[in-house]
């Protein structure tokens, strides 16, 4: 297990002491611990049905057929995996803030791969980095979470990314619930949302941001500087400016919990860890 | 509102120095922040882009660029005018009058100030503004006419010399006035120590009139005693408010403008009064004499009085008439130094010469042309050929120098006073019963009537005039007077002489000829006209106005559209201190801000 400035002692604590349940619907997928809509070979009973040539003679239920002289077969719960898909946007402009937003994008990370894999559930951790997935790890089970907790302390926030370039060029083959953790500066949102929903995700968008962002505090004459892609710009502090900004603002995340809505995807909103 | 010097807006390009320096200078601190993402659109409205609007918000170089023009128009000398030297044309009246020499401020005479004022008031005034510049005594002397050229005017103002002469003002008002309405927006400033009526003019006045300490000689006479001495009388006025105790002094003054002195006396004068001063029996070798006194006060120019040495002469008077006139006779007589023989035939006459007056009375027609040349003439009652009309019953009037008065005659000759000449008795119908000037190179007085047909004789007035027309006739003097003023004209009656010469007190020679009109009288002495022989030599002696040797406080009438100031003041408000200190404050603000930042 990993301890460094992100994951402490106390994180693991928390961790540990508060559990999460994830709700999703499956119905696809590789057997799993999670109680599927689908029937399936569990030893759990779940109905009866009449049997229908082809089906398995095992399962008819003799019992019923003496009593009924019809031929039923039982129907067990099917259980199936459910598949996390958490998307980490891993721009440099993640790394910024005292506490920098990348280290609350880890956390929330590992803990919901946590909560997924106490769950029996699939992991899949796309380090999403320029416009493709630098880091695809796929893990199950409580052994899983070791190595996610590795992948995660060994992502490196450096370039631009192009989120929905990235995450198109992940490989979604079945339902499941895709988590994007960013700070969400892009004009792609919309089409990320589209992209997922098209491939029967459930969203969960966890917004990062640091409180120098939702209310900037800088003075004089200062040439900003783009974490991501070194473009600057010269602007001199005041009041109007600050006031221009806060509009801005208020429009971007007014723009997001919009799109959310729209897509039906669930926004978690963090800033600097709250 | 205007600037005394235009070049230092030169300095203003300084201000572009600093922006440039600015612009070299401008180095921001870098800022990493997570994203441009949310600045972008509201970069279209608040990033500089461009140079100059990177300096939009740079408040020390705002400051800098303040302080820097604040200098430059402090530089420049920025005032406000409170009088009325304002208008599209300024006519400048400078008094010059002998009393503007009196010591003023910081060792300058009322004139320096004047001019220093007036140069100035032209430095102060916009380029395209029309300077006039009149100078002003008893008579006025336009130097320079409308000229924008303020270099041309200040040089102009500088040339003004002081004079000797009498006046003020009133003359250069006169000329003013007369070129006023020639220009649509004029204005009139008037440097002076004497108030003087504007009226209706846009005019200012600056006065430099001041009480001053000063003692003058005002005059000076002297009287034969007949033992080649003479006794000299002067009056010394102490003009201050002090009592003093001054040396006063007889001079004799030579042909080159030399002085001798003869006779020194200490006079003590109260404050405000006169003291007569007497030399008895005095020897003096040179006809012209001064007296002066030893005072170191603020106006030097009535510190010494000029006169002729009056040497005791008696007067020849020959009346040549064919009636009784002892009412004329006795009138004559009155006059002290006269001696006077009546004919009445022609042959008494003709056989008299050098008789200072001839004087002819009822002799029905004189023929001018044959009577004697050497002496002047007074006609009375006679056909001359001078007449242009009779006139009868007409009661005539008297408005001269002589007196006002009338007097009612039964017939009476008429006549066109001739050029020069002064009218002694008016008709109705303005013309001339009598006049009294100068004709032909001699002194000549006709009365156009008979002494028998008037009432004349028997006023108060018939002895006074004679009295006065016999000391003007019997006067043979060849100029027509002797105790001028500066700048005074003196007429030159040559007798037996077609050209003379006059030296005056600084020694130079003017020829001069019968008739002259001399005018070379503006320094103050003894002017010598040469004679036939020293005999008769003449002095005649210009001197200072005692009436300008006490111009204290300027008495105004409150009328007219006026403003009066005090000289030296000029009525301007330089603005150049409140402005540097307007820079100082810009240069704090900007050193609190450099802090802060």
Request: charged share 20%; proline share 2%; aromatic share 8%.
């Given at each position: 297990?990993?301890?460094?400035?992100?994951?402490?002692?106390?994180?693991?604590?928390?961790?540990?002491?508060?559990?999460?349940?994830?709700?999703?619907?499956t119905?696809?997928?590789?057997?799993?611990?999670?109680?599927?809509?689908?029937?399936?070979?569990?030893?759990?009973?779940?109905?009866?049905?009449e049997?229908?040539?082809?089906?398995?003679?095992?399962?008819?239920?003799?019992?019923?057929?003496?009593?009924?002289?019809?031929?039923?077969?039982?129907?067990?719960?099917?259980?199936?995996?459910?598949?996390?898909?958490?998307?980490?946007?891993?721009?440099?402009?993640?790394?910024?803030?005292?506490?920098?937003?990348?280290?609350?994008?880890?956390?929330?990370?590992a803990?919901?791969?946590?909560?997924?894999?106490?769950?029996?559930?699939?992991?899949?951790?796309?380090?999403?980095?320029?416009?493709?997935?630098?880091?695809?790890?796929?893990?199950?089970?409580?052994?899983?979470?070791?190595?996610?907790?590795?992948?995660?302390?060994?992502?490196?926030y450096?370039?631009?990314?192009?989120?929905?370039?990235?995450?198109?060029?992940?490989?979604?083959?079945?339902?499941?619930?895709?988590?994007?953790?960013?700070?969400?500066?892009?004009?792609?949102?919309?089409?990320?949302?589209?992209?997922?929903?098209?491939?029967?995700?459930?969203?969960?968008?966890?917004?990062?941001?640091?409180?120098?962002?939702?209310?900037?505090?800088?003075?004089?004459?200062?040439?900003?500087?783009?974490?991501?892609?070194?473009?600057?710009?010269?602007?001199?502090?005041?009041?109007?400016?600050?006031?221009?900004?806060k509009?801005?603002?208020?429009?971007f995340?007014?723009?997001?919990?919009k799109?959310?809505?729209?897509?039906?995807?669930?926004?978690i909103?963090?800033?600097?860890?709250? | 509102?205007?600037?005394?010097?235009?070049?230092?807006?030169?300095?203003?390009?300084?201000?572009?120095?600093?922006?440039?320096?600015?612009?070299?200078?401008?180095h921001?601190?870098?800022?990493?922040?997570?994203?441009?993402?949310?600045w972008?659109?509201?970069?279209?409205?608040?990033?500089?882009?461009?140079?100059?609007e990177?300096?939009?918000?740079?408040?020390?170089?705002?400051?800098?660029?303040?302080?820097?023009?604040?200098?430059v128009?402090?530089?420049?000398?920025?005032?406000?005018k409170?009088?009325k030297?304002?208008?599209?044309?300024?006519?400048?009246?400078?008094?010059?009058s002998?009393?503007?020499?009196?010591?003023?401020?910081?060792?300058?005479?009322r004139?320096?100030s004047?001019?220093?004022?007036?140069?100035?008031?032209?430095?102060?005034?916009?380029?395209?503004?029309?300077?006039?510049?009149?100078?002003?005594?008893?008579?006025?002397?336009?130097?320079?006419?409308?000229?924008?050229?303020k270099?041309?005017?200040?040089?102009?103002?500088?040339?003004?010399?002081?004079?000797?002469r009498s006046?003020?003002?009133?003359?250069?008002?006169?000329?003013?006035r007369?070129?006023?309405?020639?220009?649509?927006?004029?204005?009139?400033?008037?440097?002076?120590?004497?108030?003087?009526?504007?009226?209706?003019?846009?005019?200012?006045?600056y006065?430099?009139?001041?009480?001053?300490?000063?003692?003058?000689?005002?005059?000076?006479?002297?009287?034969?005693?007949?033992?080649?001495?003479?006794?000299?009388?002067?009056?010394?006025?102490?003009y201050?408010?002090?009592?003093?105790?001054?040396?006063?002094?007889?001079?004799?003054?030579?042909?080159?403008?030399?002085?001798?002195?003869?006779?020194?006396?200490d006079?003590?004068?109260?404050?405000?009064?006169?003291?007569?001063?007497?030399f008895?029996?005095?020897?003096l070798?040179?006809?012209?004499?001064?007296?002066?006194?030893?005072?170191?006060?603020?106006?030097?120019?009535?510190?010494?009085?000029?006169?002729?040495?009056?040497?005791?002469?008696?007067?020849?008077?020959?009346?040549?008439?064919?009636?009784?006139?002892?009412?004329?006779?006795?009138?004559?007589?009155?006059?002290?130094?006269?001696t006077?023989?009546?004919?009445?035939?022609?042959?008494?006459?003709?056989?008299?010469?050098d008789?200072?007056?001839?004087?002819?009375?009822?002799?029905?027609?004189v023929?001018?042309?044959?009577?004697?040349?050497?002496?002047n003439?007074?006609?009375i009652?006679?056909?001359?050929?001078?007449?242009?009309?009779?006139e009868?019953?007409?009661?005539?009037?008297?408005?001269?120098?002589?007196?006002?008065?009338?007097?009612?005659?039964n017939?009476?000759?008429?006549?066109?006073?001739?050029?020069?000449?002064?009218?002694?008795?008016?008709t109705?119908?303005?013309?001339?019963?009598?006049?009294?000037?100068?004709?032909?190179?001699?002194?000549?007085?006709?009365?156009?009537?008979?002494?028998?047909?008037?009432?004349?004789?028997?006023?108060?007035?018939?002895?006074?005039?004679?009295?006065?027309?016999?000391?003007?006739?019997?006067?043979?003097?060849?100029?027509?007077?002797?105790?001028?003023?500066?700048?005074?004209?003196?007429?030159?009656?040559?007798?037996?002489?077609?050209?003379?010469?006059?030296?005056?007190?600084?020694?130079?020679?003017?020829?001069?000829?019968?008739?002259?009109?001399?005018?070379?009288?503006?320094?103050?002495?003894?002017?010598f006209l040469?004679?036939?022989?020293e005999?008769?030599?003449?002095?005649?002696?210009?001197?200072f106005d005692?009436?300008?040797?006490?111009?204290?406080?300027?008495?105004?009438?409150?009328?007219g559209?006026?403003?009066?100031?005090?000289?030296?003041?000029?009525?301007?408000?330089?603005?150049?201190?409140?402005?540097?200190?307007?820079?100082?404050?810009?240069?704090?603000?900007?050193?609190?801000?450099?802090?802060?930042?």
């Open positions: 297990m990993v301890y460094d400035d992100t994951f402490t002692a106390e994180f693991y604590e928390k961790l540990m002491r508060n559990r999460m349940t994830l709700r999703m619907r119905a696809e997928g590789m057997a799993g611990g999670r109680k599927s809509n689908a029937k399936g070979s569990s030893v759990e009973f779940s109905d009866f049905r049997y229908i040539p082809g089906d398995d003679i095992r399962r008819i239920d003799w019992n019923a057929y003496g009593r009924f002289e019809k031929l039923f077969v039982k129907l067990f719960m099917e259980e199936k995996e459910g598949v996390f898909r958490i998307y980490l946007d891993s721009s440099a402009s993640m790394d910024f803030g005292t506490e920098p937003k990348s280290r609350h994008a880890k956390r929330m990370a803990t919901y791969g946590y909560n997924v894999l106490q769950n029996q559930d699939r992991v899949i951790l796309n380090v999403l980095s320029g416009d493709k997935i630098v880091q695809n790890l796929n893990v199950m089970g409580r052994q899983g979470f070791s190595k996610l907790i590795d992948a995660l302390a060994a992502t490196r450096t370039e631009a990314t192009d989120m929905l370039a990235a995450i198109r060029s992940s490989d979604i083959k079945s339902k499941g619930v895709s988590i994007v953790i960013s700070d969400f500066y892009t004009n792609d949102l919309e089409d990320i949302l589209k992209y997922l929903t098209a491939k029967k995700q459930e969203i969960i968008l966890i917004q990062v941001l640091t409180k120098w962002e939702t209310d900037p505090d800088m003075s004089g004459s200062l040439n900003l500087v783009d974490a991501e892609n070194g473009e600057n710009r010269r602007i001199t502090a005041s009041g109007a400016l600050f006031k221009s900004y509009k801005q603002y208020t429009a995340i007014e723009n997001i919990d799109l959310s809505k729209k897509y039906s995807a669930r926004l909103r963090v800033i600097d860890g709250v | 509102m205007g600037v005394t010097l235009i070049w230092p807006i030169a300095l203003s390009l300084l201000a572009g120095g600093v922006i440039v320096m600015y612009l070299l200078k401008q921001a601190e870098e800022f990493k922040v997570p994203s441009l993402f949310l972008t659109e509201m970069y279209k409205n608040q990033t500089a882009d461009k140079p100059w990177k300096l939009k918000k740079n408040i020390l170089m705002i400051l800098e660029i303040i302080t820097i023009l604040v200098l128009v402090a530089l420049m000398g920025p005032y406000v409170s009088g030297g304002n208008g599209s044309t300024v006519m400048i009246i400078i008094d010059t002998a009393s503007m020499d009196s010591n003023y401020k910081n060792a300058e005479t004139l320096e004047a001019k220093k004022d007036a140069e100035k008031l032209i430095k102060s005034l916009p380029a395209t503004t029309l300077v006039t510049v009149i100078t002003s005594n008893t008579e006025a002397n336009v130097v320079l006419s409308a000229t924008s050229d270099l041309a005017a200040i040089s102009a103002v500088k040339g003004i010399q002081q004079t000797q006046g003020n003002c009133e003359e250069g008002v006169k000329t003013a007369a070129l006023y309405n020639a220009y649509k927006d004029a204005a009139l400033v008037v440097y002076t120590d004497t108030y003087v009526s504007t009226g209706k003019l846009n005019a200012s006045i006065d430099y009139s001041g009480n001053i300490n000063n003692a003058g000689v005002n005059y000076v006479f002297s009287d034969d005693n007949g033992d080649d001495t003479f006794t000299v009388v002067a009056g010394v006025t102490n201050g408010k002090d009592d003093i105790t001054i040396a006063t002094d007889l001079y004799e003054v030579y042909e080159n403008g030399e002085k001798k002195m003869v006779a020194t006396q006079v003590t004068i109260t404050a405000g009064s006169t003291s007569q001063v007497v008895q029996d005095v020897v070798e040179t006809m012209g004499l001064a007296v002066g006194i030893g005072s170191n006060d603020d106006l030097a120019g009535d510190n010494m009085f000029f006169a002729a040495r009056k040497v005791k002469k008696d007067a020849e008077v020959l009346l040549y008439t064919k009636s009784n006139n002892s009412f004329l006779e006795k009138a004559i007589g009155l006059v002290s130094g006269v006077l023989t009546r004919t009445n035939t022609a042959d008494g006459f003709m056989g008299k010469q008789c200072a007056l001839y004087i002819f009375d009822c002799l029905g027609d023929d001018i042309s044959s009577i004697p040349v050497d002496g003439i007074m006609i009652g006679c056909k001359t050929g001078l007449e242009s009309g009779t009868e019953n007409v009661l005539l009037t008297a408005e001269n120098s002589y007196g006002i008065y009338t007097v009612a005659v017939k009476t000759f008429t006549y066109v006073t001739p050029q020069g000449n002064e009218s002694l008795f008016n109705d119908e303005g013309m001339s019963a009598g006049f009294v000037g100068e004709l032909a190179g001699r002194k000549i007085c006709v009365i156009g009537f008979d002494l028998h047909q008037t009432d004349f004789p028997l006023t108060i007035n018939f002895p006074i005039l004679m009295y006065d027309l016999i000391m003007r006739l019997t006067d043979t003097s060849p100029v027509d007077k002797t105790d001028m003023l500066a700048g005074d004209i003196v007429k030159v009656s040559l007798s037996g002489l077609n050209e003379s010469s006059i030296i005056d007190p600084k020694g130079k020679k003017t020829k001069v000829q019968t008739l002259d009109k001399y005018s070379s009288t503006e320094e103050l002495g003894c002017y040469k004679g036939i022989t005999d008769t030599d003449t002095v005649f002696t210009v001197n005692c009436n300008e040797s006490n111009v204290s406080a300027m008495v105004t009438d409150a009328s559209n006026v403003d009066i100031k005090t000289g030296g003041g000029n009525g301007i408000l330089n603005l150049r201190a409140i402005i540097i200190a307007i820079a100082v404050v810009l240069l704090i603000v900007e050193w609190i801000f450099y802090i802060r930042q």
